[in-house]
């Protein structure tokens, strides 16, 4: 079993920056993938940002291509998620997910976190 227990949400302005942390406990040794994922009241869960953990190959979603960056610490187990230029668009609950193989928009990954609140405001 792996726990992620994400921090770092809140409530910033538009344009303004924040960066999610998300920290992996438990049986990383079989985590290949890691990501985040956020929701909207009234929305579908958009997958926002994925990392494998070997490589450290990247992908975004179109909505943040160019604000966000996720990265990662393999030795601290934690993933980030550096938030720039925010909208009020982004507003949404980031959930930290892991993934014994890979992280794909319509598919649950094994492992999910508590969620963390971001509030942009206008």
């Known amino acids: 079993q792996v726990q992620l227990v994400e921090s770092g949400g809140g409530l910033v302005q538009a344009g303004g920056s924040l960066r999610l942390s998300c920290a992996a406990s438990?049986?990383?040794?079989?985590?290949?993938?890691m990501g985040w994922f956020r929701q909207a009241p009234g929305k579908q869960r958009e997958l926002v940002a994925t990392?494998?953990?070997?490589?450290?190959?990247?992908n975004y979603a179109d909505s943040v291509k160019g604000r966000f960056t996720i990265s990662r610490d393999n030795a601290k187990n934690t993933v980030y998620l550096q938030m720039n230029s925010l909208k009020p668009e982004d507003t949404a609950v980031y959930y930290c997910?892991?993934?014994?193989?890979?992280?794909?928009?319509?598919?649950?990954?094994?492992?999910w976190g508590q969620g963390t609140q971001v509030t942009v405001s206008a």
């Open positions: 997910a892991a993934d014994r193989t890979v992280l794909a928009p319509n598919l649950g990954p094994d492992y």
């Open positions: 990392i494998s953990t070997f490589g450290g190959r990247t």
């Open positions: 438990g049986s990383t040794f079989s985590i290949n993938a």
